[in-house]
C-alpha cells in the first residue's frame, strides 16, 4: 500500500480531479490519493504519506515548515521544499545563463526603501550613487522591472524610459527588484515538465486577455519544439524541480527562458482548456504514482551520528 498526499489551497477542479483519477488508476497497485489532514505538528512526526505534492507552501509558510519535517520522516514532496528556501527568480537566471539557457538580460536592483531595522549605516558597503546610466544601457528600453523573487504578476512594471523606471522605483518599497530586457517575441509557448521527463509544449499568448491566451494560433517547428523540450529538462535538472511550467519567448527563431520557476502551476480546467487539463491530468497521476512506488519500495534507513541533516533526508 502506498499513500499519496494533495495539499492544495484555492484552486477546485485540478486537486478533486487529480485524487479521483490517481484513486481509479492506483486500485490495482494499492495506491490511494487523498487531500493532505494537517493538525498541529511534532517535531517526532511519523510518515503518513509516501508522496506529497505542494500546491500551497510557496503562500504558506507553516506548510513549509511541515513539509520540510514530512521529509525526515520519509516522504517525498514535490517539489523539494528545501530547494525552495533557495529559489529567486534573480538566482534562477543566472544559473541557468550558465546552464546554456538564452534568458534576457538581468540586472538585480537594491530596495528603495531599507528593510527593517536597519539604517543609512547599514549600507556602507554599497555604491552611491549606483549605475543607473550603465544598467539602462546595458538592459535597453522597454524593459520589465519587477521583484526579483516572488510572481504571480505582482509589483510588474512595463518601464519605456528612465522616468518611467523612476516612477516605478519610487511605488516598490522595500521589495528588491531586477530590471530585465524585454523580448519582443513572434512567438510565446508555455510548457509543463513533470518529473524532468513529461513534457507538454502549449502555445500561449500573454497579450491576450486571460480566457483567450491559450487560443494562440501558432505551433513549433520540430527544431524549435526539440530545442524547447531539451531547454525544459535542463531547466528542471538544473533547478531541481519535479512540477513545472516554462516559459519561452521566440525572438529570431531563439526561445528566451522568461519565466520558469513555478512551484504550483496554474492548471484549473477554466483556466488552461480541457486538452491541456486532460494532459496535466494524466501525466501528474503518473508521476505522482511512480514516485509512490518508488518510495514504498526504498526502506527509511536510520538517522546515524555525524550525518548532515541532508545526508538523514536522503537516507
Known sequence: MA???????MEDTFPTALREKINELGEKDGITAEFCAIDLWKSDEPKHYDVVLDRISQDVPFYRAVLKNMTLAGTRVINNPFWMNADEKFFSYAICAKAGIHVPKTVLV????MPPDTTPRSFRNLRFPLSW??????????AYFKPHAGGGWKSVYKVTNKEDFFRAYDETDQLVMTLQENIEFDEYYRCYCLGKKYIHIMPYEPRNPHHLRYAAEFTPSKKLQKEMEDGCLTICETLGYDFNTIEFAVKDG???????????PDAERSSVGEENFA??????????????????KKKKALPKKGQTWREMILG
Not at 531563439?254 to 504550483?264: G, L, M, R, S
Open 279 to 296: 494532459w496535466i491530468l494524466e501525466h501528474s497521476a503518473k508521476l505522482l504514482m511512480e514516485s509512490a512506488k518508488e518510495v514504498a
Open 254 to 264: 531563439i526561445p528566451y527562458a522568461i519565466d520558469f520557476t513555478n512551484p504550483a
Open 133 to 142: 546610466d550603465e544598467m539602462f544601457e546595458y538592459v535597453g528600453f522597454p
Open 3 to 9: 499513500t499519496i498526499g494533495l495539499l492544495f489551497g
Open 110 to 113: 537594491p530596495s528603495k526603501g
